[in-house]
């Protein structure tokens, strides 16, 4: 079995309970603002705080932090990796503060920007604005919880980590039943789940540094010399063309948003709420997959063990390929009924349902690029290689953005979402091709036969399992006939849960038959859940 499937499973879950609340959050939302202009001005003035936060926190600073921190932790000791880290979290203040400042003073052209063609409605972006400005203060949270993230996973703890955005979503979900319960007016409540927003934030830091403080660390102001200290430079020198890949894909995102909303009032929700669902599986998979592949690969990067690199990337990327390839053709096959049952409330209507589905589907196409994406640029980032990953992002983002440029009015939000899969391809190819010169391939005379195999026996596993997935819908769609509503979500409930489980079983068992690596694993989980729980009793 995979060592990194095997590894990744206490994450996945972790994240799974995380992103099972984050699409309550977003119910909960749907239920109280549906998709249309209110929802559209909290998803352009989110994704401001969004943009910093990949540009500065959790994107190129994770990528750039993770194999420093690890170098350190393994040549120089426990105190010299937290007095890097000490003087990384001090540096992240002091500009984070500043850019927060200044995005706070300039948020109205800010945000301007991005909604240029929101069809000259002057009110929607004097409400995107004021939310953009409630809720900037998250970049310094989310900053911090960044370094802390990234000397957890470092040192292997990987759970608490995996669990703060689980706090996140808890806080929100309690500031929107509030809301419910209060009966606020549409502006005052969408006011207030920002203000919400923003505390949850800096609860999501909050618990990553108890977890810290738990194991013996004491964080410490530190700013004298921070721009003399090797680390640091080592950092920055990572982060450069981290922050122009990344800043590539949110200018994507900012595009993106400006070609939605041209398409007038809802495509820009519906983007955002079939975004969710689609996180949903890149998170517990694909990105658990990547978390432990990413920290393992800086270890082997710090031992200069090239060879043990490149297997625990092909490790990570066969784990990959076989638990995102079922999320995707699952959810395609069974985007409406996932959408109706998760969103199909309040205000949110049956066409904003049936919307949010399309998009989707086009979303998860992209799911297995998406994920190796996630696994292999790391290990650039591990051999001081980041220009590379930087190179694909930037190729990736072009094609996204000329597809949308071309074909949005056209394929309207579903388009959009496609052009994301699209560059998601692109940015994949390019690293998988380049992978093999920087790194090298481990020596296995039996390779091609063995790629060959297991593709075979992926493209025979999701058939079955897109069979299996057909054959429950249609058998709901006969179950539900014309009964209402509550009859509609009991018949995609079932569907739902018969589709996955005998889906996962007819899927995990061809995988079986053909030796797939880690299928062992999957047919063996179910039982191995059982006796744990009965163990427990």
């Known amino acids: 079995m995979p060592d990194a499937l095997r590894s990744s499973l206490p994450l ?47 994107g190129a600073l994770s990528s750039a932090f993770v194999p420093t921190f690890t170098a350190a ?23 984070t503060g500043l850019i927060t400042t200044l995005a706070l003073v300039f948020a109205g052209p800010l945000v301007a920007l991005m909604t240029a063609e929101m069809d000259g409605n002057a009110a929607k972006l004097v409400l995107a604005v004021q939310l953009t400005q409630v809720m900037l203060p998250i970049l310094v949270f989310v900053s911090l919880a ?27 979900i309690a500031v929107g039943v509030g809301l419910a319960v209060a009966g606020l007016p549409l502006h005052e409540a969408i006011v207030a789940w920002s203000v919400g927003t923003t505390l949850a934030g800096l609860c999501q830091a909050g618990i990553q540094l108890v977890a810290l403080v738990r194991a013996g660390y004491r964080p410490r102001l530190r700013l004298v010399g921070v721009w003399s200290d090797p680390g640091v430079r080592r950092i920055v020198a990572l982060m450069a063309p981290a922050l122009i890949g990344i800043a590539a894909v949110n200018v994507n995102v900012f595009v993106n948003t400006i070609f939605a909303s041209e398409l007038g009032d809802g495509p820009v929700a519906q983007l955002s709420y079939a975004f969710r669902l689609f996180y949903l599986p890149l998170g517990v998979f694909g990105m658990a997959i990547a978390t432990v592949t990413m920290t393992e690969v800086s270890a082997e990067a710090a031992r200069g063990d090239l060879s043990a690199l490149s297997r625990r990337t092909a490790d990570g990327a066969r784990a990959s390929w076989m638990l995102t390839s079922a999320s995707a053709v699952g959810m395609v096959v069974l985007a409406e009924p996932i959408v109706r049952l998760v969103y199909r409330w309040g205000a949110t209507s049956a066409g904003d349902a049936a919307a949010i589905a399309a998009v ?6 992209g799911l297995v690029p998406y994920s190796l994406v996630k696994l292999y640029a790391p290990a650039f980032y591990g051999i001081d290689r980041a220009r590379i990953p930087m190179v694909a992002s930037l190729a990736g983002v072009a094609a996204n953005l000329l597809f949308n440029a071309l074909t949005h009015r056209q394929l309207g939000a579903p388009g959009i979402a496609l052009g994301t899969t699209i560059g998601a391809l692109i940015n994949v190819g390019i690293l998988v091709m380049m992978f093999g010169r920087a790194v090298g391939r481990h020596p296995d005379p039996s390779r091609p036969q063995s790629v060959g195999r297991n593709a075979l026996a992926l493209v025979l596993a999701n058939v079955a399992l897109a069979t299996v997935a057909w054959g429950c819908v249609v058998a709901g769609a006969q179950l539900a006939g014309s009964g209402g509503e509550w009859t509609q979500r009991a018949t ?38 059982w006796r744990r729980i009965r163990g427990r009793r």
Not at 24 to 44: I, K, S, T
Not at 73 to 95: H, I, K, P, T, Y
Not at 360 to 365: I, S, W
């Open 12 to 58: 996945s879950l972790a994240i799974l309970a995380s992103r099972v609340l984050g699409l309550v959050r977003e119910m909960v939302f749907a239920a109280l603002f549906g998709a249309g202009a209110v929802a559209d001005a909290y998803q352009v003035a989110f994704r401001v705080p969004n943009l910093l936060r990949d540009l500065f926190a959790e």
């Open 360 to 365: 989707l589907q086009c979303y998860v196409a």
């Open 146 to 172: 960044a370094v802390w993230m990234g000397m957890l996973n470092a040192q292997r703890r990987f759970v608490v980590p995996a669990l703060a955005p689980a706090l996140f979503n808890v806080v929100s």
């Open 492 to 529: 995609d409930a079932v569907v739902l849960g018969v589709a996955m489980l005998v889906g996962f079983a007819v899927f995990a068992v061809v995988l079986r038959r053909f030796d797939y690596p880690g299928a062992a694993r999957l047919v063996a989980m179910p039982g191995a859940a």
């Open 73 to 95: 932790l393994q040549q120089d000791g426990r105190a010299r990796a937290e007095l890097l880290a000490d003087l990384v979290m001090s540096a992240l203040l002091l500009a």
